[in-house]
């Protein structure tokens, strides 16, 4: 590999108005830890690879030092600069990772705190994938049902062909400086940070990640990932 060094940021400032819960889904607790927790262990799973791992939350978090009892350890930054989009946090916590020593040609892996599934494997897949590539990349999924386009009212308009489409997914790898320029350049509108790298005419490798690799999103996905993440538990015990 170069001597390009690669970071982690994880967006942890979203309140999951969509898992209806009472308290921000990433500091739910599942298997006996808080979700975001589950998240970092993974990439501590590899922190010998990692020149730093940034978790990004809002300002005015409350929550994040009970979820996260031992962070941040050594190389590790809470940075409380999160925004109101998605890409906005994204957006701040590159650039405090910038004022913190990472420089524009290293990399980073964008993951959201509300995948708690990711496995060390799927995470150096994506790096194996995209260190030598000249745009980057992201872990996605190709779609295992028929893909149906509605009207407004919910009535099928059309079958799409699935051949050429995916799920994305997270982590997403980028250069750096890239990414903050292009995510800059997106401004709100954009939901993950391949379509800002795509917004700037360039094109992201998509990477086979895992129907496992699910974001934690509507009620019914949290007994999924806890029966997931014990089913791992057994499988090691
Ligand atoms: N302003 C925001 C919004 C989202 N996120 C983070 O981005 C990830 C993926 O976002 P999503 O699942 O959409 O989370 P929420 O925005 O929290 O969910 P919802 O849209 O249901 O409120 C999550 O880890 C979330 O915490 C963030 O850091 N800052
Ligand atoms: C980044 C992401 O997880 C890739 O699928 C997704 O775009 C986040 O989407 P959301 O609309 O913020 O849930």
């Known amino acids: 590999m170069s ?10 400032a979203g309140f999951g108005h969509r898992a209806g819960g009472v308290q921000p889904k990433q500091y739910q607790r599942l298997a006996g830890s808080s979700m975001v927790a589950h998240t ?11 020149a730093g791992l940034a978790v990004v939350v809002s300002p005015d978090d409350r929550e994040v030092q009970t979820a996260l009892p031992r962070f941040p350890a050594d190389s590790e930054f809470l940075l409380r600069v999160g925004g109101v989009t998605r890409a906005a946090t994204v957006r701040n916590g590159l650039a405090a990772l910038r004022q913190k020593g990472a420089g524009a040609h290293d990399w980073v892996l964008v993951h959201d705190a509300a995948r708690c599934l990711v496995t060390s494997s799927q995470i150096e897949a994506l790096i194996a994938a995209c260190e030598h590539d000249a745009v980057g ?14 009207s407004a009212d919910s009535r099928v308009t059309q079958t799409l062909s699935r051949a050429d489409k995916w799920l994305a997914q997270t982590p997403q790898m980028f250069r750096i400086g890239m990414l903050l320029d292009a995510l800059e350049r997106a401004g709100d509108a954009v939901t993950d940070e391949a379509g800002a790298i795509e917004a700037i005419g360039l094109s992201p490798l998509l990477v086979p990640g895992s129907a496992q690799n699910f974001k934690v999103t509507f009620p019914e996905d949290f007994a999924l990932a806890e029966a997931v993440l014990l089913g791992r538990r057994k499988a090691i015990a």
């Open 40 to 50: 970092v262990a993974a990439f501590r799973a590899l922190a010998g690879r990692f």
């Open 137 to 150: 990349g992201l872990l996605a999924q190709r779609l295992a049902d028929t893909l149906k386009a509605s």
């Open 3 to 12: 001597s390009s060094r690669l970071f982690v940021l994880i967006p942890c």
